[in-house]
């Protein structure tokens, strides 16, 4: 029987060369000469620190700038709040990795709503869809390409 998975995965590694980009250039740029400015990455949590929001929003922007070129979709970095604490500002961006239980159960329920002939199962951090033919498993992707999810989905593993 075919099937495929639906993921949302991101390259960390490629988020890594981006933040170390982006740091080399924070260091280069002239507005930025003996500011506090800059970045780092934790895992899957990138924190920006900054003299002010301005220069917070400028390390945001040209962070952003690295990761659409090496393939990063955005929607997959979650902000968190901005914290004041005396002259410096932070802000932690948390990169999501995997399909959380709600949003695998509303890809699920699309699924069942567009009448597809096709079975589809929560499997940890990613959704299995099965059925009885290709056409079915296409028509499905293009469904949950449709579906207004926060997350970026990618679809693999497909057998046939």
Known sequence: MPSFDTVSE?????IANAVDQTSREVGNRYDFKG?????????DQIVITADSDFQLDQVKSILYVKLSKRGIDLGSLEQGKVETSGK????????QQGISQDIA????KHLKESKIK???SIQGDKVRVSGKNRD??????ATLKSASVDLPLQFNNFRD
Do not use: F, K, M, P
């Open 105 to 108: 159960r509303t890809l699920i």
């Open 136 to 141: 079915d498993l296409q028509n499905a992707i």
């Open 118 to 120: 096709v079975q589809a």
């Open 88 to 95: 410096h500002v932070r802000q932690s961006l948390q990169v």
């Open 10 to 14: 991101v390259d960390l590694h490629e």
């Open 35 to 43: 500011s506090s400015a800059g970045l780092e990455q934790h895992d």
